[in-house]
């Protein structure tokens, strides 16, 4: 099993380009969670999911949209980039209901210019 | 806003001594979680406890739980240089859908 996938590793944009990041994993997990960290602070939750085609907002939400239209991916899409959007970018998964531990992937390392 | 409040934010230790770190959170949870994060990856579950349990071992590692005081501890013991990394608590504030707020992490260095 691959676990937690994120494309790409890293990216470069300019202010006002657009780019989606993909997750997917390979688990049957039901719950996806889009985070970011930024120098010396925890992660923050931009978006999340609880099953397929169902999507929320989290605590720092705005300039991101999220879609969830299979089960295994969940995007994370930057309409309008903007050098406070420079940031690494997570993307975690979990079995659902109840205590659970999330499963991480290995960032998106994001710069805007 | 960040609930889990961790001390201290850096640690830095001799091989074979033991590591704590504590958290601190603000609201009522289910669970309290901890995670490592070796640079330039992304975090590893550690573990769990429940808001009923008040201690949890696994391997070389004991946490502990407060309710009352808002507090967990993370005791890393007879640490090795492997163990270098950032060490993250992380609460579920009480709700479903795991939603996790996550502390700003203790970076803790071993040396050999």
């Known amino acids: 099993n691959a676990g937690v996938t994120q494309t790409p590793k890293f990216r470069v944009l300019k202010t006002g380009q657009s780019m989606t990041l993909l997750c997917a994993q390979d688990m049957n997990h039901e719950y996806m969670y889009w985070y970011r960290q930024d120098p010396g602070m925890g992660l923050r939750l931009i978006h999340y999911?609880?099953?397929?085609?169902?999507?929320a907002k989290g605590e720092v939400p705005d300039g991101y949209n999220v879609s969830r239209l299979k089960k295994q991916n969940f995007l994370l899409g930057l309409e309008s980039a903007a050098p406070s959007q420079t940031s690494v970018y997570f993307c975690a998964s979990s079995f659902g209901q109840g205590a659970r531990e999330q499963f991480f992937g290995p960032g998106t390392r994001l710069t805007v210019l | 806003s960040q609930q889990g409040e961790e001390d201290p934010q850096a640690l830095s230790i001799q091989e074979g001594e033991n590591a704590t770190m504590n958290c601190s959170y603000k609201?009522?949870?289910?669970?309290l979680q901890w995670y490592r994060q070796n640079s330039g990856r992304g975090l590893v579950h550690l573990i769990l406890?429940?808001?009923?349990?008040r201690e949890k071992h696994s391997g070389r590692l004991r946490v502990t739980l407060d309710t009352s005081k808002k507090s967990s501890s993370l005791l890393i013991t007879a640490s090795r240089a492997a163990d270098t990394a950032s060490y993250f608590c992380?609460?579920?504030?009480?709700?479903?859908?795991?939603?996790?707020?996550f502390g700003q992490g203790t970076i803790l260095t071993v040396h050999p």
């Open positions: 999911s609880v099953g397929e085609g169902t999507t």
């Open positions: 609201t009522s949870i289910n669970n």
């Open positions: 992380a609460t579920d504030g009480g709700t479903s859908y795991g939603k996790l707020t």
């Open positions: 406890i429940r808001s009923n349990e």
